[in-house]
């Protein structure tokens, strides 16, 4: 071997040298806080799942639950540093954070916060007598790095790390929510408004049951991750018209989900993939672009905070 080769063997390998040991001093502050978020939320989970409920007495977070229902949606602001999914996702969530939030684009109706992540509530599973009349048996639908998943919905709020979360109550033509129980036809529905409501639930249903089967069959928390983050880019470059998937697969999920149950306009699927959380906290009536278009009558009432600054 010449001399010239051999000292270029020695540059690559000292390159390469440094390139490895790049990667290793930068692995160990990632993996410390990886496994710092993983514990947790570990403990977290085990926290909500060993609490100790009182029958019959009512707590806040009951009373926030009794405003749910079937159709309504939910906007976490998130704290992507407690992000326990593992870097990816934590970049991916930087990313949606920094391209797809701003507070100041439009009129919205919370005034402060950056809402990136977003579920839709849809009726849960009846395994007893009790699940079928428990106003309370809802869960949260989502599109997460562990899938398209639907977790209990006092749990998934119990559990919470962001740093607020606000309800968005969906309203539809003639619908009196949050009248208080002496007001006039405050426990009088109207046929239309049962009707419409039963229609959401039976939708959502199978809404809930179709995404979650396909997204086990397509492997979806495979490429959250990545659909998101890359969503976040091109936006941010401006490239979404180029993009082939959604901007923000948790808005995508949710506006999919509303559409099913007749309440959202059907976009055109360029219109649908652009969609993101904030566009949620837009009244389509008053602004051409980046808000959720709803049918006529159908309609997002005063958003109700359900957490402000959670496990800080």
């Not at 009244?283 to 980046?290: G, K, M, Q, S, W």
């Amino acid at each position: 071997m010449s001399t010239g080769a051999a000292s270029r063997n020695r540059i690559r390998i000292q390159v390469l040298g440094r390139m490895a040991a790049g990667v290793v001093v930068a692995a160990i502050p990632v993996s410390l806080w990886y496994k710092s978020a993983h514990d947790e939320r570990v403990a977290t989970i085990e926290d909500v799942r060993t609490r100790i409920r009182v029958p019959n007495l009512e707590t806040s977070d009951d009373r926030l639950l009794e405003k749910c229902r079937a159709g309504d949606v939910i906007l976490f602001d998130r704290r992507c540093e407690k992000c326990a999914a593992g870097p990816w996702a934590a970049t991916a969530c930087l990313a949606q954070r920094r391209f797809l939030c701003d507070e100041n684009r439009g009129a919205r109706s919370v005034g402060t916060g950056k809402f990136d992540h977003i579920g839709i509530v849809v009726p849960g599973y009846i395994k007893t007598r009790h699940d079928a009349v428990d106003p309370t048996n809802l869960l949260l639908l989502e599109a997460t790095p562990s899938g398209i998943v639907a977790r209990p919905l006092r749990d998934r709020l119990e559990s919470t790390s962001s740093r607020s979360v606000t309800l968005l109550q969906l309203a539809c033509p003639g619908d009196k929510r949050n009248l208080l129980p002496d007001e006039e036809e405050a426990n009088d529905p109207l046929p239309i408004v049962e009707r419409a409501t039963t229609h959401v639930e039976r939708e959502l249903t199978k809404f809930r049951d179709t995404w979650i089967a396909l997204g086990e069959e397509k492997g979806y928390k495979w490429i959250h991750s990545t659909v998101g983050l890359g969503g976040a880019m091109a936006y941010g470059l401006g490239m979404q018209e180029y993009l082939a998937g959604p901007t923000s697969p948790a808005a995508y999920l949710a506006l999919m989900g509303l559409q099913q149950a007749s309440a959202a306009q059907n976009l055109n699927q360029k219109e649908h993939q652009t969609v993101k959380v904030e566009d949620f906290l837009r009244d389509y009536r008053f602004e051409d672009a980046n808000a959720v278009r709803l049918r006529p009558g159908w309609r997002f009432l005063a958003p109700i905070p359900m957490r402000e600054n959670a496990r800080s």
